[in-house]
């Protein structure tokens, strides 16, 4: 086990429904992320949060709302997605928020979220 | 643009074989250059990672490969196992932010 646990592991939605991903880190880091896996695609960074604050957004359309409401848990609200989001989402958690000490360093992965949009 | 690029996408090697998997990048400002192994239905994990101020390192099977002037970086796995199966992927970071590549599906045979 990594210390990252999310939750659900599979979840398939209509486009118009409205769910959500959670993930929670054991770790006591300070920075979680979320990552989206697409099939033959490079990971994608989506967003950064260090000590509960939002510090990256990366382009990601609003359909896909984080929350972080302490340093150990980190949601993604879905609504109304398209099919081609349809991926593995995952979540990372690192001891601090990477940069900030000047080097780059070590991300925790979860099992990831498998998400499927009919 | 792809910031890091991977080859092969695939790879098959038989039981005590040499598994290579290469990395090119652009940036000359990379200050981190880890390799990430992930199994079927589980997130990647961190397998072995380089800095630039040394050509190679190695921890027990696994080497990283490190050329600077060319800008590559490359993963060797000595004597591979059925239990290497894996999708391996390389990444180069910078100021905190990962740049993944597109990674590879590595087969062992027995």
């Known amino acids: 086990e990594t210390g990252v646990t999310q939750t659900p592991r599979h979840l398939v939605m209509g486009m118009t429904n409205k769910k959500s991903l959670k993930c929670e880190q054991h770790l006591g880091h300070n920075a979680m992320y979320w990552y989206k896996q697409s099939a033959k695609k490079p990971l994608e960074l989506m967003f950064v949060?260090?000590?509960?604050?939002?510090?990256e957004n990366n382009s990601v359309p609003s359909r896909f709302s984080p929350e972080c409401p302490n340093s150990s848990h980190l949601f993604l609200h879905l609504h109304t997605l398209q099919p081609e989001d349809s991926a593995l989402y995952l979540c990372?958690?690192?001891?601090?928020?990477?940069?900030?000490?000047?080097?780059?360093?070590?991300?925790?992965f979860g099992e990831g979220s498998r998400l499927t949009v009919l | 643009q792809q910031q890091v690029k991977q080859s092969p996408q695939s790879l098959i090697v038989q039981k005590g074989g040499i598994s290579i998997i290469n990395c090119a990048y652009e940036n000359t400002a990379f200050d981190y250059f880890p390799w990430y192994q992930q199994f079927p239905g589980k997130g990647p994990a961190l397998l072995i990672a380089i800095r630039p101020d040394v050509s190679e390192k190695k921890e027990g099977r696994f080497t990283i490969s490190f050329n600077k002037s060319a800008k590559q970086f490359s993963l060797h796995i000595m004597d591979s196992q059925p239990g290497d199966s894996a999708t391996y992927f390389c990444a180069a970071g910078v100021l905190g932010r990962l740049y993944f590549g597109r990674g590879t599906q590595l087969t062992v045979w027995p």
């Open positions: 990372a958690s690192s001891q601090d928020r990477m940069g900030t000490s000047g080097r780059t360093g070590e991300l925790f």
């Open positions: 949060y260090s000590l509960e604050e939002r510090v």
